[in-house]
């Protein structure tokens, strides 16, 4: 596609089970970010994948997050045993690698909402 | 660590009026600096970014920031505020180490009539 795509746009699911959000980065894009947007606490960088390089995990807020991308492309975000403090918008954004400067295009979201 | 404050949450002007969005950033080396903006209900989009070419940096819709070395500050401006400026802004750092990019908290601008 011509840009970024993420699925589902909105999940809806309850205390304690696990959730995986998707992204489908634009295509040749070898930089690609996880970020999670909630009320007042701006963007918070959850992982980052870099070509080949083992990716920077540093944002991962708990034992409960994952992500992994298959092939250089698809990624998966995974929330295990959910909690009411991980509803928010999960964004995801990719980038050529040609240069450090280069634009992040992001996708719209998916908002998670645990009950 | 990289890391960037923006001070205030919300900035509110008048239409016409200058917009000043505030960002002071941590780098321990030379920092790469955006600023992206969010519409309503639409993604994030670049408006303008420094890369160590110029320290007045231009960038969409009549918005420039200068980077300031000394002050460690990458200020947003714009001297004529227009009603469709009305979104969330952000400001972002990242080192010449090629780390993640990180960005502030944010700052809602309204516009009023």
């Known amino acids: 596609g011509a840009g970024v795509s993420q699925s589902p746009s909105n999940k809806v699911t309850e205390k304690g089970k696990d959730v995986e959000l998707r992204c489908d980065p634009i295509?040749?894009?070898?930089?690609l970010y996880w970020y999670r947007q909630s009320l007042g606490q701006g963007l918070e960088f959850l992982i980052y994948?870099?070509?080949?390089?083992?990716?920077?995990k540093s944002g991962l807020p708990s034992d409960r997050f994952s992500a992994e991308r298959t092939g250089g492309s698809v990624s998966t975000l995974t929330i295990q045993r959910t909690q009411q403090e991980d509803s928010a918008v999960y964004l995801c954004?990719?980038?050529?690698?040609?240069?450090?400067?280069?634009?992040?295009?992001f996708g719209e979201g998916s908002r998670l909402t645990v009950l | 660590a990289q890391s960037v404050t923006q001070l205030g949450s919300h900035v509110s002007v008048s239409e016409g009026a200058l917009v000043l969005l505030r960002c002071n950033y941590s780098?321990?080396?030379?920092?790469?600096l955006f600023w992206y903006v969010q519409y309503p209900n639409q993604g994030l989009q670049l408006l303008l970014k420094?890369?160590?070419?110029?320290?007045l940096v231009k960038g969409i819709n009549g918005f420039e920031a200068e980077f300031k070395k000394s002050e460690t500050s990458f200020h947003l401006t714009k001297p004529s505020a227009h009603m469709s400026d009305a979104a969330e802004y952000f400001c972002?750092?990242?080192?010449?180490?090629?780390?993640?990019?990180?960005f502030g908290k944010g700052t809602t601008l309204s516009v009023s009539s």
């Open positions: 420094y890369t160590s070419a110029a320290t």
């Open positions: 994948f870099q070509g080949n390089s083992a990716p920077d």
């Open positions: 954004a990719s980038s050529s690698l040609v240069s450090l400067t280069g634009e992040l295009f």
């Open positions: 972002a750092v990242r080192d010449q180490a090629g780390t993640a990019l990180i």
């Open positions: 295509s040749g894009h070898t930089a």
């Open positions: 780098s321990s080396v030379p920092p790469y």
